[in-house]
């Protein structure tokens, strides 16, 4: 029996200062999918080759706390800094994971990859709810290149599926998990057939990167789809004369409360008032750019 899908979305506009953004999540009907409360989607965009590149400099510096963040990068270079001390650069088809705990700054910006000089940008930012124990832990940060993604290829020549986040069969991303939950990368090739398989538990999402056949429904790009919790298949379909990309995300329940506000998400209103007063008596630290560089 294959899945149903009970809702879908295009996302809204909601651009961060240059960048062309698509809020997926939240949105009027879905809140959370697992532990997933938030998805911006960044559209691929060709920059010219004598355009500027976009400095770390502090003028998109924010705070988070109560959350994971992870960037995953389809084509580009994330360029990040912490307060927490850490600096580091991911590009194309890799991805990189800051566990805010108790509160931390950071400041990231994404430029085209001068490895691949095909002047492209185009990725995700996803937040994740942290366990309540966990939002009490210290900062974290990992960054995570392409070929450290484990990659399954599939059989019939019909692709292959990263396992971003979490673990699909005996490959096991290296990015930390603190609830059931994964993030995985389908790329499906002209006239093949992908079917996966759920668990029983788990919340399940798509976005489509490209246009695609879902469980024998056509789909525009960058639809976003959400899923029934009935057990079931969810089978994709490329029915185009290239390849298409999916991007099927999501994880148990989060079961606590949760209470969101601006770059915090917490279990309790109070608690987004303490990381407020944190933030601004200074708890969170500070960006040392000239120390990282």
């Not at 559209?43 to 502090?58: F, I, L, M, S, T």
């Not at 990189?96 to 430029?111: F, L, P, R």
């Not at 000089?117 to 966990?134: C, E, I, M, S």
């Not at 499906?188 to 976005?207: M, N, Q, R, S």
């Amino acid at each position: 029996m294959k899945k149903k899908i009970t809702f879908t979305s295009q996302g809204r506009r909601a651009d961060v200062g240059d960048y062309e953004i698509y809020r997926i999540l939240p949105n009027h009907y879905v809140k959370a999918v697992g532990p997933f409360v938030f998805l911006d989607y960044v559209p691929p965009v060709q920059h010219a080759a004598d355009e500027p590149r976009k400095a770390v400099n502090g003028s998109g510096a924010h705070p988070h706390r109560g959350i994971a963040t992870l960037t995953y990068v389809l084509n580009g270079e994330a360029d990040h800094f912490d307060s927490n001390g850490h600096h580091a650069k991911v590009y194309s088809g890799g991805a990189q994971w800051m566990k805010a705990g108790t509160g931390i700054i950071h400041d990231e910006v994404i430029n085209p990859d001068p490895q691949t000089n095909n002047g492209l940008t185009h990725g995700f930012q996803f937040w994740v709810n942290l366990p309540a124990k966990n939002k009490a832990e210290k900062p974290d940060y990992v960054p995570v290149q392409a070929g450290e993604i484990p990659v399954k290829e599939l059989e019939d020549h019909a692709g292959w599926l990263k396992a971003v986040t979490g673990t699909y069969r005996q490959y096991t991303s290296k990015i930390p998990v603190y609830l059931d939950q994964f993030i995985y990368h389908l790329h499906l090739e002209p006239g093949k057939t992908f079917l996966l398989h759920d668990e029983k538990g788990i919340e399940y999402a798509a976005f489509l990167v490209n246009e695609a056949t879902i469980n024998d429904t056509k789909f525009s790009q960058g639809e976003f789809l959400l899923f029934d919790k009935s057990s079931g298949t969810i089978e994709s379909r490329n029915h185009s004369n290239a390849p298409i990309d999916i991007i099927f995300f999501g994880g148990a329940t989060y079961t606590e409360p949760i209470v969101a506000q601006g770059p915090f998400v917490m279990n309790t209103q109070q608690e987004i008032s303490t990381a407020y007063s944190d933030f601004h008596h200074g708890k969170y630290g500070k960006i040392r750019y000239e120390q990282q560089a």
